[in-house]
DNA sequence: AATTATTACTTGCATATTGCAAGTAATTAA
DNA sequence: TTAATTACTTGCAATATGCAAGTAATAATT
């Protein structure tokens, strides 16, 4: 029986992912219903970050404890690929998968939604960025898609 | 100076919330980002909730202290509205602002990825209404803003 | 080859948040 | 007049988060 007690979800014997109840809205928050998920998510689309350092120096300064365990169960559910480059025993290099890579529509929409509610404490620097995304949403979206993909290779 | 503490967010001295960055991303995340407050939302919004007995009788069991801290921040960042029906001194009817109703699309996307990605064991009730989102998004947004506004009255 | 730096963590402890059970005060219903 | 409902609060236990320091492995520098 594996005892790895994830700080959200947390596994059953069956080595499942124990959910509050079977509601889709409800079920996703269990995983990213947090304060630093989405934000290594984020950081990992747009920052294009990679790295265990790379993630601790976010500028809302994630404890390292807390990345540590937001990574490991990341990685469990699937949301993140780890692994190393060739000829480097030491660092270890994040990829989002595509379950990863699809939380992007969300993570859009939360964007729009503090542009037009949050703006009072807010820079302008990503205005743009959001107003290109409502423009077109689609065609947004499938460019990040691709921007991901070649990033990779 | 105003000492109420919300249980994620806090007021400062000048009584403006603290955030973390000026991120848009992470600022929503400051408000939304933990298990609860979008579910309140979601009852509000999908099962036409009003109440605090109607919320604590969330399948996915709040406490009812957290409940009621929740309704308090929700309502000071200006997402909900605290009121009375006319005649009824005792039950307070809560119910979504504009800034509030207009969480409804990121919502949709957190439904939409759980429809796709967590589906081993979610339920197949929700599968209708997720793929009517995703056959026309911005009618099926449009509609339901307009079911909102049709409730009320 | 030896020292230093970097990377990816873990550990311990304080603080903050959440969960649970019980209690309360003000209505409203029977 | 009593009972039930509603909207909470309170106390305490359990979890989660935050912070500082430590560690082991690898890589870079001298």
Request: charged letters at 40%.
């Given at each position: 029986m594996q005892v790895i007690i994830l700080n959200i979800l947390f596994m059953t014997q069956n080595n499942q992912p124990k959910y509050r109840s079977n509601c889709p809205i409800s079920s996703a928050l269990d995983i990213?219903?947090?304060?630093?998920s989405l934000l290594i998510i984020r950081d990992m689309m747009f920052a294009n970050k990679k790295t265990y350092s790379d993630f601790s120096k976010s500028s809302e300064g994630i404890a390292t404890n807390i990345l540590s365990s937001r990574l490991l169960m990341l990685e469990q559910l699937g949301l993140i690929n780890k692994g190393k480059l060739e000829g480097n025993k030491k660092t270890n290099i994040y990829s989002l998968t595509k379950k990863g890579q699809e939380l992007l529509p969300i993570i859009l929409e939360i964007a729009q939604w503090s542009d037009k509610n949050l703006n009072e404490h807010l820079k302008d620097g990503a205005k743009p960025f959001v107003h290109k995304f409502k423009s077109n949403k689609d065609d947004f979206i499938k460019n990040m898609y691709h921007y991901f993909a070649t990033r990779e290779a």
């Open positions: 990213i219903g947090d304060k630093w």
